[in-house]
């Protein structure tokens, strides 16, 4: 066998494995349900706002806490503490995506990053006028 | 009813549109003639006129360009585009960072270049002329198509103009356009996002829109090899070209992560986003283009992959641009533009230049008109059901048979190009440089296939309905593949150069090798040291780093005997290697200092959980690290608001300044942040919140309550202890001009640590009535009234107090110590430098086989 074609059948092998990787070690969009029966499991969860719920923030007790109630997809809600600062935009945000995970059944969803999912300014400016 | 408007100015739209016509009509025919002279060589005529109407194309879209701009600094707020992006207040180089906040601005400011870029093409390509820039107005054609604004019926319409009114934009029944003089109404526009108010936001963009455009030159001197059977000839000419690609996206790309570390609050320069891993993969498989380039021009082999790489590259400048405008990345990044409705024709893009290049190989009329006829008639298919059905099945079937087409395409291509160029014949001696160098494109490949496809999962997810999530943490989950890859490429690089194409004397190789190795190894030691890395891994890339570095010098200085001219490629190595040690240790000892070890939050904190970021009462001094912090007070400049953070050195004379500095709107901040930098590391801060003072200000008062008091007593409140120490007979406030007694309570508040004096303030008047001045301290919460009355044992003081959550100054900050990030920025200098290098060495060359 050539050398350039085991050069190029390695490359091939090594694209199969990224290929296989990048799916193994992603996660997935899922619900608080499938989060709760695998716990420990990291998982995004989309989800609104509860909004008539409190969220707390208090800097100066601890800068780095910050908890608040969020509905999935199913209408499923749960507690999410998130141990940064509240994010900003925050507010104003209508889609959530946590990232994190259960860690026991009773415990709250512990997310380690929130993306925002703001109304786009174009939006904004619309509804305002 | 129909309203006529006053104090429009509707010229310059006019104007505007006419630009954008003739632009693209311009381009149309500039494209047909060239196409035509492409075919018809000997014809003079159609070359002329292709030209001259290329001419008038850049001409038309320096027209637009300027058109834009004059609406824009002339505040012509009744065009959408200036009232959307810009304001009043705004300098004018900041007008320029208007453009490309919107897409229109960017897609003219892509064009704009590809106008230069064919200007220089025109004088410079010689016999090339032709087909390249056949394939250049086609870009312009399509580009220009994005700014059309052409209303099609109802529903669909092609391009997005720049010039459209506001009232047209806008819901055309609100209710500020009921009133002919509504402009008077506009009194500014929305302004600029002040994150793009920075200076590198004015030429980070033109240039990696300067990159982008001139990735289509490697593919359009491809194209026109495949098109003219001239299978070869196009190598020379385009490999400086493509050297400058390399070399302008590698600074525009780098210069967007400079950006972020100054002016972002994500810490870093790098988060491998969507929108950054998109401009990175095009980069990625420019450079493997070049190094296939130097193999074809040095032995005649790899033909195939060079055709395919330059192909490649624009193809996923192509699509980028569609990641990023056609709003697929919403929920997985940060920064890309929202779907202006034009995500349609940017398909419309890249199904057409996807099928270019078969379309240019295939010569046998019978195989030609059965591609036009399958292509076509899927094409029209794509645009008939895109507009008028909605029924999900049709879309369904069109997907699966659009996907078809694609791999058919492709296999259909790379089947002919095996056909056209026999068997590759590369030396497959382990002692050829071309192997290696080989080796590296393929993992410059890999490494550019692994993010894409990370990146493109909300792709995937649209085309088959899986629901894959982007990386949790994607540092790690990008680190993962890309560090072992950049390990092997960095040995690559050194070790490469020493083997001379086709085969070496092992003796000769072998003794560089090992010397250098040892010198590398001896350095890396040093540097393990210097930069406390005890990681194995890290070591091994630290080593890859010092080995490229060392490597490249030695063969500067013993092969190329110290001709600098000779050594762009060495040098463009050697800034690679220290961009690499940069990154591992700006990265791997990066360390956050505000850190709070010394408070206990108790159980019900997390453990684990991050304690990342610091509170700072005003006033207060905390220790971070080897610092001694405070935060002094906020200025309020413009739209920002800056907060001055003092960092002390313990046991040294090192004192600075901070002025990281936030915009609070609605109750939300969006933090910058401020770096102090040193030549060894930089001390990175910014606020991630701080409290919100109106909301403070109108929180109501609690019930008073009366206390009787004598000199010396201690009132217990809430916020504190409040100790009367004495009367002050001669109270009067020195604004107050009257001529009354007043008596001044001296109060003074213990509050933990911080102490407060105030003075309520009780007066006789003249005519014997009395009255109270009340005295507040905000930072405590407290609110005093003092006064004298008859009590149960003739008169008596009395002090009232009332309270309400004490207003506290504060931030809450994060501060980073990125230590050696200057390596990281040095290293790109040296690498950019080494690219020019390269273009003038490349482009010398070219020049003298001209001459022959």
Not at chain 2, 56 to 72: K, N, R
Not at chain 2, 509 to 528: D, E, H, N
Not at chain 2, 692 to 717: L, R, Y
Not at chain 2, 738 to 749: F, R, S, V, Y
Request: glycine share 6%; charged share 15%.
């Amino acid at each position: 066998m050539k050398t350039i074609n085991i050069i190029i059948l390695a490359v091939i092998a090594a694209a199969i494995a990224i290929f296989v990787g990048a799916y193994n070690d992603s996660s997935t969009y899922a619900d608080f349900k499938t989060a709760k029966e695998n716990l420990g499991q990291e998982y995004h969860i989309v989800g609104r706002l509860n909004k008539l719920k409190p969220m707390v923030y208090e800097p100066l007790k601890n800068a780095n806490r910050f908890e608040f109630f969020l509905i999935d997809s199913l209408g499923k809600e749960a507690k999410v503490i998130y141990s940064e600062p509240k994010p900003t935009d925050f507010d104003r945000s209508d889609k959530v995506v946590v990232i994190g995970k259960f860690e026991s059944k009773e415990g709250d969803f512990i997310a380690t990053k929130i993306l925002l999912k703001c109304p786009s300014k174009y939006e904004a400016e619309n509804t305002a006028k | 009813m129909e309203v006529i408007y006053s104090g429009e100015n509707l010229i310059l739209g006019n104007v505007g549109h006419f630009f954008v016509a003739l632009a693209f009509c311009a381009a149309l025919l500039s494209a047909i003639s060239y196409f035509i002279s492409t075919n018809n060589k000997d014809d003079k005529g159609w070359k002329k006129l292709a030209r001259t109407s290329f001419w008038i194309h850049a001409l038309a879209v320096t027209g637009i360009f300027t058109t834009l701009f004059i609406i824009i600094y002339g505040h012509y707020f009744e065009y959408q585009y200036a009232w959307q992006h810009s304001s009043k207040s705004l300098p004018w180089y900041y007008m320029l960072s208007c453009f490309w906040e919107g897409q229109e601005g960017s897609f003219l400011l892509w064009m704009f270049w590809n106008a230069v870029i064919g200007i220089l093409l025109i004088y410079t390509v010689k016999d090339w002329e032709s087909p390249v820039l056949a394939v250049v107005c086609l870009t312009q054609i399509v580009l220009g198509s994005m700014l059309l604004g052409l209303d099609v019926g109802e529903i669909y319409k092609i391009g997005s103009s720049p010039f459209s009114l506001l009232r047209e934009k806008m819901a055309a029944n609100a209710p500020i356009f009921r009133t002919p003089d509504y402009l008077k109404q506009i009194v500014d526009g929305k302004g600029l996002n002040p994150l793009l108010q920075n200076y590198w936001m004015v030429i980070h963009p033109p240039t990696l829109f300067f990159g982008f455009a001139t990735s289509i030159i490697p593919f359009a001197f491809a194209i026109s090899g495949l098109w003219t059977g001239q299978y070869k000839a196009w190598l020379k000419p385009a490999l400086p070209w493509t050297l400058v690609s390399v070399m302008v996206l590698g600074t525009g790309i780098i210069m967007g992560g400079f950006w972020a570390y100054e002016s972002l609050s994500f810490g870093g320069y790098w988060a491998w986003d969507p929108v950054e891993n998109a401009s990175l993969v095009p980069w990625l498989l420019l450079i493997a283009t070049v190094h296939l380039m130097l193999i074809y021009k040095s032995t005649g082999t790899s033909i195939i992959l060079t055709y395919l790489f330059s192909i490649a590259s624009f193809m996923l400048v192509l699509y980028a641009t569609f990641l990023t405008r056609s709003g697929i990345l919403g929920d997985s990044s940060v920064h890309s533009f929202t779907d202006l409705g034009l995500s349609g024709q940017l398909m419309i893009f890249m199904f057409i230049f996807y099928a270019l290049p078969l379309f240019a190989m295939v010569k046998d009329k019978r195989q030609k008109i059965y591609l036009n006829l399958i292509y076509w008639s899927l094409f029209v298919a794509n645009i008939v059901l895109g507009i008028v059905s909605k029924n999900a099945m049709y879309f369904s079937i069109l997907k699966w048979m659009d996907i078809a087409m694609f791999a058919a395409i492709s296999f259909w291509f790379v089947y002919k190009l095996y056909k056209t160029f026999p068997a590759s014949k590369m030396e497959e001696d382990f002692k050829s440089r071309e192997l290696w160098m080989f080796i590296g494109s393929l993992f410059l490949l890999l490494s550019a296939f692994q993010i894409i496809l990370a990146t493109s999962f909300p792709v995937i997810n649209k085309l088959f309905g899986s629901s894959i999530a982007p990386p949790a943490d994607a540092i790690e989950y990008y680190n993962f593949w890309q560090m072992p890859i950049a390990i092997v490429i960095a040995f690559l690089t050194g070790i490469g150069q020493y083997f001379k194409y086709k085969t070496s004397s092992f003796k000769v190789v072998g003794f560089q090798l090992i010397k250098t190795f040892a010198i590398a190894v001896v350095l890396s030691v040093a540097c393990m040291f210097l930069f406390q890395i005890w990681t194995a891994y890290y070591l091994v890339l630290l080593l890859a780093g010092v080995y490229a570095i060392v490597g490249n010098i030695n063969f500067m200085l013993t092969t190329l005997k110290g001709k600098l001219w000779l050594a762009g490629g060495s040098i463009a190595h050697i800034g690679f290697g220290l961009m690499l040690i940069g990154i591992l240790v700006s990265s791997a000892k990066k360390q956050v200092i505000s850190v709070n070890e010394t408070v206990d939050y108790g159980k019900s904190m997390d453990d684990k959980a991050k304690r990342e970021n610091m509170l700072l009462l005003k006033g207060d001094t905390v220790r971070m690290a080897d610092y001694l912090v405070s935060y002094g007070s906020d200025t309020v400049i413009g739209p920002n608001t800056f907060y001055k953070v003092y960092y002390k050195g313990i046991g040294n004379s090192d004192e600075f300044f901070l002025w990281p500095n936030a915009q609070i709107n609605n109750n939300q901040l969006n933090a910058n942040p401020d770096t102090r930098h040193y030549l060894t590391h930089d001390v990175y801060t910014f606020v991630s919140n701080v409290p919100d003072k109106a909301k403070q200000n109108s929180e109501p008062w609690g019930e008073p309550k009366v206390h009787q008091v004598i000199i010396g007593d201690t009132i217990k409140t809430e916020n504190g202890m409040v100790i009367f120490e004495s009367i002050d007979k001669n109270a009067k406030p020195q604004q107050l001009r009257l001529n009354h007694q007043m008596l001044g309570a001296n109060l003074k508040i213990v509050d933990g640590k911080h102490v407060y004096r105030t003075k309520p303030i009780f007066g006789i008047a003249n005519d014997k009535s009395l009255y109270t001045i009340e005295s507040v301290v905000d930072e405590a919460g407290l609110k005093f009234q003092f006064y004298i009355k008859a009590a149960d044992a003739g008169v008596a003081a009395f002090i009232e107090t009332s309270e309400r959550p004490a207003i506290r100054d504060f931030i809450i900050m994060k501060a980073i110590v990125f230590p050696y990030i200057n390596l990281l920025w040095g290293g790109v200098i040296v690498m950019v430098i080494g690219f020019a290098l390269s273009i003038v060495k490349r482009t010398k060359e070219y020049r003298r086989s001209l001459e022959k």
